[in-house]
């Protein structure tokens, strides 16, 4: 059921409830926030989109960008629910056609990205989602890649945000939106 007049907004409880945390998840002293378990909840999948989307529903975008892998599971939701198109930002070597890429860095080494070349035309609004925000490292290469393209980035979202981890120093100069806070 959407989120509307008659139906309360999701709290962060409700929605903080459906996610399941895994301690020492990649490695010890890590704990992981496993979403797969809000997205089998169809009404906490729904109000998790339904939030992102009111967040953006004033905000004029054309293109929804997911961030491989697990912005894959909000961004198309958030596209339709906002009548924007989906493009994917992936690892290299995963698309087609003609791509920009960017290196990025990682606590220890880099990273890359890729988008196709065409993917965002020159001054298209861009909203970038993805699941989690941790450091802001991901976050700032895709943000550098749309405006490769001439796009420009009206916002980035995600479901949870490490706040310990201060990601959103690195996108400062975006307006950024959490929806649930660790």
Do not use: C
């Amino acid at each position: 059921m959407p989120v509307n007049a008659t139906t309360p907004a999701p709290t962060q409880e409700s929605l903080k409830a459906l996610i399941r945390e895994v301690p020492d998840f990649p490695k010890p002293g890590i704990n992981f926030y496993d979403i797969t378990t809000l997205l089998k909840d169809r009404n906490g999948f729904r109000e998790t989109v339904d939030a992102l989307s009111e967040h953006y529903r004033k905000t004029p975008v054309d293109v929804v960008i997911g961030i491989e892998a697990r912005g894959y599971f909000f961004a198309p939701a958030m596209a339709l629910a906002l009548g924007a198109g989906f493009v994917p930002v992936r690892k290299p070597k995963k698309l087609p056609h003609t791509v920009r890429s960017i290196e990025y860095q990682l606590e220890y080494g880099t990273d890359q990205l890729e988008i196709h070349a065409d993917a965002i035309a020159r001054g298209q609004n861009v909203l970038i989602i993805d699941d989690v925000l941790a450091t802001g490292g991901t976050s700032s290469a895709v943000a550098g890649l749309v405006e490769m393209l001439e796009g420009r980035v009206v916002g980035l979202g995600f479901v949870i945000e490490l706040g310990f981890l201060k990601g959103r120093e690195k996108l400062a100069r975006y307006d950024v939106f959490s929806l649930l806070q660790y």
